[in-house]
């Protein structure tokens, strides 16, 4: 933001988040809205409002094929 007191308003606004929302889903939230280079009230608002905080991020890396007929394997594209 060009004016710093503008930064000092979106500071105060996200810290009032954890009144709302609690300290642990604004950690988290914080969290995520880094993650995805997002660094302002409105990202972090948004993941709060729709429980993006809550979301476990690892739950999809263990995923397995399951077995099908019609799946063909890594060796089909070899």
């Known amino acids: 933001k060009q004016h710093p007191e503008q930064s000092y308003k979106s500071c105060l606004g996200v810290l ?18 880094t993650e995805y280079g997002a660094y302002n009230y409105n990202m972090v608002e948004r993941i709060l409002k729709k429980g993006w905080d809550k979301l476990d991020e690892g739950a999809d890396d263990n995923l397995e094929m399951p077995e099908h007929q019609n799946i063909r394997g890594g060796k089909y594209y070899e």
């Open 16 to 33: 009032h988040l954890a009144k709302k929302y609690g300290r642990d889903r604004l950690d988290s939230a914080c969290r995520r809205a």
